[in-house]
Nanobody, 122 residues
């Protein structure tokens, strides 16, 4: 079992920055991939970014490439999502997830955090 806890969400003006954190506990050694997804009101949950615990592979949705950066601190079992140049359309509940499958497929992540709200205002 893997337990994930997100933090760092909040209200920010367009153009601003936020950093989300996701701390994992439990059998993290068996989960090689950590991902961030988001869900806006009335929309389906979508992939944002992912990173592997081992190695340096990172993956991004086109909509956030160049603005968001995913990173990890293995010693702290924590993954971060640095979000810069935030836009109104980035408003959503952000979830971190742990899995071992295809990074873009949310159904291949068996473990999820509770989510953290990010609201971007004009």
């Amino acid at each position: 079992q893997v337990h994930l806890v997100e933090s760092g969400g909040g209200l920010v003006q367009a153009g601003g920055s936020l950093r989300l954190s996701c701390t994992a506990s439990g059998r993290t050694f068996s989960n090689s991939l950590m991902g961030w997804f988001r869900q806006a009101p009335g929309k389906e949950r979508e992939f944002v970014a992912a990173i592997r615990w081992s190695g340096s592979s990172t993956y991004y949705a086109d909509s956030v490439k160049g603005r968001f950066t995913i990173s990890r601190d293995n010693a702290k079992n924590t993954v971060y999502l640095q979000m810069n140049s935030l836009k109104l359309e980035d408003t959503a509940v952000y979830y971190c997830a742990a899995g071992e499958g295809y990074y873009r497929n949310q159904y291949e992540y068996p473990y999820w955090g509770q989510g953290t709200q990010v609201t971007v205002s004009s």
